[in-house]
């Protein structure tokens, strides 16, 4: 399966914007780019995907690199509720080991500070 | 209605007893999860069913069993579990087992075995 790269830990003030980065190198031409977040005594929650063109929700902006080996996750003005472990996840096409898979990595720790 | 409910919120068993985690969602999802979470740890992928036919098993030990009855209701039953079987146990949902269908995920039974 291919890996993402995550800085452990960010921080950032609120009302402020965040870019969380992650490096996906070994991305294949099906792989299917996730972010999901995690709040501290909850279970996981999505946040947004993509596939190759940026795409914003009411949640969050992705911007995905033009090689596609990179991708970053942006909140436009970070609340003290966006504290989070930020999970970036590669889900893979069909005849993969990936497939229906989500394989989280180690996430980024996102600390906002009043 | 995007919820996935789990009971119970905690549970305590020693290495002898039998027990089962519930998971219930009521979306008409045909795709349910479950994950182990240990402390400060990524959530791991366990079992997956699709339209309630086992789909997925990544390797468990036998000493967990998972079942569901029907399309709204995943159960895991546990025995003999082992200390280092403590953990949170998340179950999650999706429309279908795909490529880009949004998980939905339950707050989890924190587990802790004597």
């Known amino acids: 399966d291919a890996k993402t790269t995550q800085p452990n830990s960010m921080e950032s003030n609120e009302e402020e914007p965040v870019h969380l980065p992650c490096n996906h190198s070994?991305?294949?031409?099906?792989?299917?780019i996730h972010w999901y977040r995690q709040l501290p005594s909850q279970g996981p929650e999505y946040v947004i995907h993509?596939?190759?063109s940026n795409v914003n929700n009411r949640m969050a902006s992705l911007a995905i690199a033009e090689d596609r080996k990179s991708s970053t996750l942006i909140l436009h003005r970070a609340t003290l509720r966006d504290a989070a472990v930020y999970y970036c996840?590669?889900?893979?096409?069909?005849?993969?080991?990936?497939?229906?898979?989500?394989?989280f990595g180690q996430g980024t720790i996102l600390t906002v500070h009043p | 209605d995007t919820e996935v409910t789990q009971t119970p919120k905690h549970l305590v068993m020693g290495m002898t007893n039998k027990k089962s985690l519930k998971c219930e969602q009521h979306?008409?999802?045909?795709?349910m999860y479950w994950y182990k979470q240990k402390a400060k740890k990524p959530p791991e992928l366990m079992f997956v069913y699709s339209y309630e036919k086992l789909s997925i098993n990544e390797s468990v030990p036998s000493r967990f069993s998972p079942e569901c009855p029907n399309s709204s209701l995943l159960n895991l039953h546990l025995h003999a579990l082992q200390p280092e079987d403590s953990a949170l146990y998340l179950c999650a949902s999706s429309q279908v087992l795909g490529l880009i269908e949004t998980q939905y995920f339950g707050p989890g039974t924190r587990l802790l075995v004597l």
């Open positions: 996840i590669l889900r893979g096409g069909p005849g993969g080991t990936s497939y229906g898979k989500l394989t």
């Open positions: 070994t991305i294949s031409g099906t792989d299917y």
């Open positions: 993509g596939l190759t």
């Open positions: 979306m008409g999802h045909r795709a």
